[in-house]
């Protein structure tokens, strides 16, 4: 379940949400414009225009990035709870470095979720992560091997 976070009104003027401004985000992330235009960041990282009512979400591990050009804009900003993670482990959206096959500290990738792939339960033990131009794999915890960045 989301939880509300914001409700702004922009009625003039370029308006910036502090913190909002391409930070990394740790959740799942939606905003909901209701009416006018405003700038979000796509998942190619370019700025484009939206017009409401529509809906724009971001995921773990993306940069989150929205503005309001000044015509008015009103709109929602929903943020899921944080998933949950190992404790001592990044948290989703991380970026993380891992080993290759060879045990070579060498992929570069945003940490997606903790998953527990044992037949019997026994716990967490294999973290999915989207390596960069690789797409998404499923890895041993020992396979992360040093955090680049955490989320905001």
Not at 6 to 16: S, V
Not at 69 to 94: C, I, K, N, T, Y
């Amino acid at each position: 379940m989301a939880e509300i976070i914001r409700f702004a009104r922009a009625t003039e003027g370029l308006t910036q949400e502090p913190g909002r401004d391409t930070a990394r985000t740790a959740r799942r992330t939606m905003l909901v414009l209701l009416r006018g235009t405003m700038r979000v960041l796509d998942d190619l990282g370019q700025d484009v225009e939206v017009t409401g009512p529509a809906v724009v979400q971001w995921w773990p591990g993306e940069h989150v990035s929205y503005g309001t050009p000044g015509d008015g804009a009103q709109w929602l900003l929903l943020e899921a709870s944080p998933r949950a993670h190992p404790d001592g482990f990044p948290v989703p959206g991380s970026r993380v470095v891992l080993t290759d096959d060879d045990g070579s500290p060498t992929l570069t990738g945003t940490v997606i979720m903790y998953m527990d792939t044992s037949p019997d339960g026994a716990g967490v033990d294999t973290v999915a992560v989207e390596v960069e131009g690789q797409g998404v794999g499923h890895f041993p915890l020992d396979a992360l091997v040093e955090v680049l960045e955490e989320p905001h």
